[in-house]
């Protein structure tokens, strides 16, 4: 496959230029959402793109600007990040289902020229932000005091006015997105123009995925598996994508049948939605992407799993199973992908299952600008803090390792508690818990402890026969605990919920937990 990466002084959008001349014709994106046969062609794709441009234009967007994109699942979000980088602007893609107080927080930190956004939307900014918005709408509702955004058959249809592509240098800033914030604030992650399409052709490299491929999206596009490891990999290919505006179980299998789709990005909520339907007998799907290779998985829906691991600030998928797949590497993630030199650092030996040789820390030698975040927006003691002194990227993870060199994930380091002088890690807590077949998912933190430094508290979603008997649940809980951790690993207090806060992706917010752990130690018994 030919090189897409820009050399130095070259804008993302000439590589989306050559792809869109290239597949012309070829359906870019299906838009069931917008109507039956709803579709845009490669070439109207960049024709939107264009005149997107143009009018950002008209609006006063310029170079440098920062523009906050709060969209759902929809062609607008695609064709403005891609129209801000025309213009050498930056796109800031955020997600409209987070609360006010969080939108609040990232404009602040972003401090954007103007809000893209929807009508439904309008409310999630506050009123004192003193920034422009402009309405995206779709039906020609009246917005007040907002403009409106071209409609999509007006930006794909019409030769706008011309505009020229800014000439930027391979690292100027092309995209922000922001961590899910599942640990502590939500930090910039900013990419860079070269960084962009460096991901989509690795992501292509190592997925194989071609222009006969269609994958099916669903996930919010303020993610990188969505954004990146799906639209940018489908678009830089030459492929096609569907475009659903949520996940909706009752449609997952017409749709992927009407389209023939061959691949997609699948979450384990996903599947515990789909196991309650009847699955067809045959299908178009190649390979689901997973956070690990799953043999269940792919019993149960005949598909095959590809474990995929990755971060914001690498932006492209970071260690992926390999093409050939063997028995042992089930819950693997394989190996990091070419482009991406690694060292396993603070190794402790036969630490784990999975025949585990090691666990240890994953650290990665990459270049920021190309392969790698250039830095967290207006956070540079966060940044030189994300390296080691001699340049290698932290990522944060703990990962066993087996005799082949298979990874397999172990712990995010800040779900290492310090009890006392030992490190006692989060997930081997849940991992116990689990045992006591009571619960439906679980979470553990860590409580500040003044005589221990902290101590671990479990947190608990029953399942039906846990919440049949919650004090039968707990002494369970308990004895699972006692049977398989040592005395100060275990948590000491368990807390009951009927769900977790929750951060993107549905991922489980740790940080409001430790603070909700904290308030029950404050509060009098």
């Not at 996903?270 to 190649?286: D, G, Q, W, Y």
Request: with cysteine; charged share 20%.
């Amino acid at each position: 496959m030919e090189q897409l990466t820009p050399d130095l002084g070259a804008n993302a959008c000439l590589a989306l230029a050559h792809v869109c001349d290239r597949h012309g014709q070829r359906t870019a994106l299906y838009l069931p959402d917008l109507g039956s046969d709803a579709k845009l062609s490669y070439a109207a794709f960049y024709q939107a793109v264009g005149n997107a441009a143009a009018a950002l234009t008209r609006l006063g967007i310029k170079r440098d600007d920062r523009l906050v994109l709060c969209l759902d699942v929809e062609p607008h979000a695609l064709i403005l990040v891609f129209a801000c980088a025309y213009l050498g602007a930056t796109a800031v893609l955020v997600g409209n289902r987070l609360s006010q107080e969080e939108m609040h927080y990232i404009v602040h930190d972003a401090a954007p020229s103007m809000i893209i956004t929807s009508l439904d939307d309008l409310g999630l900014f506050a009123d004192d932000l003193r920034v422009s918005r402009v309405v995206v709408s779709a039906l020609g509702e009246e917005t007040g005091k907002w403009p409106v955004f071209p409609a999509l058959d007006e930006l794909a249809a019409t030769q706008g006015a011309c505009v020229d592509m800014a000439y930027v240098a391979a690292d100027h800033p092309a995209l922000i997105l922001y961590t899910s914030g599942t640990t502590s604030k939500p930090k910039g992650v900013v990419i860079s123009h070269a960084h962009l399409v460096w991901s989509a052709q690795s992501n292509i490299e190592h997925l194989r995925v071609t222009e006969t491929d269609v994958t099916l999206v669903f996930f919010p596009l303020c993610h990188t598996m969505a954004f990146s490891y799906q639209v940018l990999t489908s678009l830089y290919s030459g492929g096609a994508m569907v475009l659903r505006r949520v996940f909706n179980p009752q449609r997952f299998w017409s749709d992927a049948a009407r389209f023939a789709c061959t691949w997609a990005a699948i979450l384990p909520f996903v599947c515990h939605a789909l196991a309650a339907l009847e699955t067809p007998s045959r299908h178009s799907f190649r390979f689901w992407g997973f956070p690990s290779r799953n043999t269940d998985v792919e019993a149960l829906f005949g598909v095959k799993t590809v474990g995929w691991w990755g971060m914001t600030e690498l932006f492209a998928i970071g260690s992926l199973t390999s093409e050939q797949h063997s028995a042992d590497i089930n819950y693997s993630i394989g190996k990091p992908v070419s482009g991406y030199r690694y060292r396993l650092a603070d190794a402790v030996a036969n630490a784990g299952p999975f025949n585990a040789r090691i666990s240890a820390d994953l650290q990665l030698n990459a270049q920021p600008g190309k392969n790698l975040f250039l830095g967290y927006l207006n956070k540079p003691d966060e940044t030189r803090e994300a390296f080691t002194e001699d340049g290698w990227y932290i990522t944060g993870d703990r990962f066993f390792e087996n005799a082949e060199g298979v990874l397999f994930f172990d712990v995010r380091l800040k779900d290492i508690i310090k009890v006392g002088g030992e490190n006692v890690s989060a997930s081997e807590i849940e991992f116990a818990a689990y045992a006591s077949a009571m619960i439906s998912e679980v979470a553990v933190v860590s409580r500040p402890d003044p005589l221990l430094t902290e101590v671990p508290v479990l947190f608990a979603v029953l399942n039906a026969d846990g919440r049949e008997d919650q004090d039968l649940a707990r002494q369970r809980i308990e004895q699972a605990c006692r049977e398989r951790l040592a005395d100060f690993k275990r948590p000491h207090e368990i807390i009951f919920l009927l769900d977790f806060p929750r951060a993107g992706l549905r991922k489980i917010a740790k940080n409001q937990l430790r603070l909700m752990a904290g308030q029950q130690a404050r509060e009098p018994a």
